[in-house]
């Protein structure tokens, strides 16, 4: 299949991609490796026409050339886009695997503490959040394609290992919990992908395509809590091998059609220096806090909620817990949507006090065993979740311009002003590279919160009012520094 005629990869700094249509901070991840480019040409300005070679290479790619957009260059892209969006999928799907397994283990003859079973579930998000940036940078050191087709295939070893295990109900605690770590590679999985997809599309659709490729890969999460208690006692008693066994079909069909019919991208370059600049700026520090709270919660209450539902209301179906993730996947957009119109800060800060709420309905829903209080609390957690994602995840690129402009003051030439909003943006991309791998950390401190409750004080009451006073703090927190009157980025209405 040949290419599209584009000219050379436009050159210049990169802009933070469309907060309201990406799903998730670790959209920008791709930004940060995308933003090292020569600056020698002129925008629009061909010198050669694209090439492939050997390995399904793509040389001199340029997606800002309208030209060879409309004429073969979209199609390209788009196939690359959709195959990427199974393969994360999948990703998300093995990640989310022992959420929906760990539940099951009881009735499988599996003797472990309520401690043990939130080991399970917190760890896969631990791994995965640490291997989120190493994931990033490996789509331009290996190629979008071949990466594609190696973390597909690397999900073959968390699936495999689950179904040996679950198998024998005296198998050893460490050696459950190194194929519950082995899930972690779902995690890292979104960070290629996301990464890998922003390289093929022009800045005017990338936050659409980024935000397709982000909603397909979330969705995972609700399938896999759909389907495997469904799948698991299909037929006599309970299979829970079945779990990893019915993604294997899956996960090799990915790694097939990332052979066959994706791309590699020469002009994939990485820019580690704009993880390094941000990593000096304290706004990094301080929206990767809130991201916390945010996606964080997100992650570690769609890990968590399986387990709280079978403990709290055994007599309650597993399937119904997909719910939450699905909410608060498809909410997600909102957030930004919202953040457009009456500004990110605002919109955090009113998704922390609803998550307060819905952690206090939860809170009165344990005290009155009352399970529609505690679903219906949990849904509203979820919608503030995904609600706050797409906010807080606006609020960056809106921080850096207007730190910058405040650092700097306004220079007059125009050629200083573009340098400044160019160091701006690439801070910004480097700063959700980061704050997109700290907050998935939140996935295991929740589970952990309740473990600990639940080990000390016997209920999930003092996580829940813990996780309250966290939300407050990151209110107070986001309000002193984006809104009180007086601090430095007030007037910009970030």
């Not at 050997?54 to 001199?60: K, S």
């Not at 199609?75 to 199974?86: D, E, G, K, T, Y």
């Not at 200083?416 to 690439?426: H, I, L, N, P, Q």
Request: glycine fraction near 10%; aromatic fraction near 10%; charged fraction near 10%.
């Amino acid at each position: 299949m040949s290419a599209p005629t584009s000219p050379t990869t436009r050159e210049g700094e990169q802009s933070a991609p469309d907060a309201s249509a990406a799903v998730d901070a670790s959209t920008a991840v791709s930004t940060a490796v995308s933003t090292a480019v020569p600056t020698d040409l002129p925008t629009g300005v061909s010198t050669a026409p694209p090439r492939r070679r050997t390995g399904r290479w793509i040389d001199r790619w340029d997606p800002e050339d309208e030209s060879a957009w409309r004429s073969g260059g979209r199609a390209v892209a788009s196939r690359n886009l959709w195959i990427s969006v199974f393969a994360e999928f999948l990703g998300f799907s093995v990640w989310a695997l022992w959420s929906i397994v760990v539940p099951q283990l009881p009735a499988a003859g599996f003797a472990l503490t309520v401690d043990q079973q939130f080991w399970l579930i917190a760890l896969p998000s631990l791994v995965g959040a640490t291997l989120r940036i190493p994931y990033t940078f490996a789509v331009p050191v290996f190629g979008g394609r071949n990466w594609t087709v190696v973390s597909a295939l690397l999900l073959l070893l968390p699936t495999t290992a689950l179904a040996v295990v679950v198998q024998d109900p005296q198998t050893p605690f460490g050696v459950l919990l190194g194929a519950a770590a082995l899930a972690g590679f779902g995690g890292g999985n979104f960070a290629s992908s996301m990464a890998n997809i922003s390289f093929f599309y022009p800045e005017r659709e990338k936050g659409k395509a980024l935000g397709l490729n982000a909603a397909g890969g979330n969705l995972g999460t609700a399938a896999v809590q759909l389907a495997v208690p469904l799948v698991i006692v299909a037929g006599a008693g309970i299979a829970l091998e079945r779990a990893g066994l019915m993604m294997i079909p899956f996960i090799v069909l990915a790694a097939f059609l990332a052979w066959r019919y994706m791309d590699n991208l020469a002009t994939a370059k990485a820019d580690p220096r704009s993880f390094a600049a941000a990593t000096r700026n304290k706004h990094t520090w301080v929206i990767s806090f809130l991201y916390i709270g945010t996606f964080g919660s997100f992650i570690g209450y769609s890990g968590a909620f399986p387990t709280l539902l079978a403990g709290q209301f055994p007599e309650v179906t597993l399937s119904i817990a997909f719910a939450g993730a699905l909410v608060g996947s498809v909410t997600r957009p909102l957030g930004g949507i919202i953040a457009d119109r009456v500004g990110g800060t605002r919109v955090t800060i009113a998704s922390y006090g609803v998550m307060a709420l819905g952690a206090f309905g939860a809170i009165r829903a344990l005290e009155a065993h009352s399970f529609g209080l505690f679903f219906a609390s949990f849904m509203v957690l979820f919608v503030a979740t995904g609600i706050g994602n797409g906010s807080t995840y606006r609020m960056i690129p809106a921080v850096f311009q207007a730190s910058a402009a405040s650092a700097d003051g306004a220079p007059a030439d125009p050629a200083e002003a573009d340098a400044v909003r160019a160091r701006a943006r690439k801070a910004a991309a480097g700063c959700i590279g980061i704050a997109g791998a700290v907050g998935a950390f939140g996935g295991f401190l929740i589970p952990r919160g309740f473990a600990a409750s639940t080990s000390l004080a016997g209920s999930l009451v003092p996580a829940l009012w813990t996780f309250i006073g966290v939300y407050l703090v990151m209110a107070v927190v986001a309000w002193a520094v984006y809104l009180r009157k007086g601090s430095a980025l007030a007037v910009a209405r970030i």
